[in-house]
């Protein structure tokens, strides 16, 4: 396997690279500066060139609410990069995982979201994700789409790191409590990405149990004082996400079902993912 990892700078291209370091998996990393996704000639060229096998795209526009601004700029990666690699990897008969998002659900569904229900974007993120996922899959019915959420991990500076950070300087937290989802360890979510690169159709992966920031914020708080990891937050307060006014709206419920992806693979609690992250870091 020669695996091209394009927007390999960012938080899952970071731990992905780690993982198949350690798994002596062969692999070629490219930024943004290197390989521009939304360049088709360049995109093919490359792939030719390198004589890649396999491709897990995690080159994304992941900034949710400057993307109510930057509408263009949203699509060009979300929707257009992904058309151009899932382009490029039917024509070279390529492995191809892409990743995607929760944000694609509008959140107003009572139980967890199955791959196959309706996707109803709130924001201008989702609608250009979702916008990609169905181009990848018109371009390549073999490829594959792996929807997440919340990812973490010790590479890079993520949502865990944010709270741990606000619990080390503030004595008081409020923290959003309606809203629901799933965490997922980027470690975990890197293996389940390569392990489907044989696959096709659309799969979800996060860590088991739906959590508000609230539960979300109070978990790393134990975990951390557990520890010994000095922190000055004497209460966190749960509240509502409306507080937070941010430009872009984001589901109530986030919360992705597994269940397809558990035939597959197990899936480890958010708590020992937690906990492996809050030992390594
Ligand atoms: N992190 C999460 O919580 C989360 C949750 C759900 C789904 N996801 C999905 O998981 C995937 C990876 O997310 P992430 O958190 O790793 O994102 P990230 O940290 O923002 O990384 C995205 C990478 O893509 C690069 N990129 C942007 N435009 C590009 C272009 N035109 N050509 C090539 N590379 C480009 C970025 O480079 P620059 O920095 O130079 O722009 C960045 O290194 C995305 O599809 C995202 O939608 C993430």
Not at 232 to 259: C, D, H, W
Request: glycine share 8%; net charge negative.
């Amino acid at each position: 396997m020669r695996l091209w990892i394009p927007g390999s700078g960012g938080v899952l291209g970071t731990l992905l690279q780690a993982l198949c370091q350690q798994q002596g998996i062969c692999f070629v990393p490219t930024t943004r500066a290197d390989i521009d996704v939304t360049d088709i000639s360049s995109v093919f060229r490359f792939a030719q060139d390198q004589k890649v096998t396999h491709i897990i795209n995690c080159a994304a526009y992941t900034a949710v609410d400057l993307a109510e601004k930057e509408k263009e700029k949203a699509f060009a990666v979300n929707a257009l990069g992904p058309e151009n690699l899932g382009k490029v990897s039917a024509t070279l008969g390529l492995g191809f995982v892409h990743l995607s998002t929760n944000f694609i659900f509008d959140g107003q569904k009572e139980a967890a979201y199955e791959e196959a229900d309706e996707a109803r974007p709130l924001s201008v993120y989702g609608e250009s994700k979702w916008e990609g996922e169905k181009r990848v899959l018109e371009q390549n019915p073999h490829a594959c789409v792996l929807r997440t959420s919340w990812v973490f991990g010790k590479e890079a500076k993520n949502f865990v790191s944010s709270i741990l950070e606000t619990l080390k300087k503030e004595t008081v937290v409020r923290a959003a409590d309606d809203q629901v989802g799933r965490v997922t360890y980027g470690k975990d979510l890197a293996e389940a990405a390569l392990s489907l690169l044989s696959k096709n159709g659309v799969y979800h992966f996060a860590n088991l149990g739906s959590l508000s920031r609230f539960q979300i914020a109070c978990g790393i708080k134990e975990e951390a004082e557990k520890r010994g990891i000095p922190l000055a937050v004497q209460e966190i307060i749960p509240v509502s996400a409306k507080e937070f006014s941010m430009p872009a709206k984001r589901p109530q419920n986030g919360v992705l079902s597994t269940q397809k992806i558990e035939k597959l693979m197990e899936i480890r609690s958010w708590k020992n993912a937690l906990t492996e992250y809050l030992d390594e870091i």
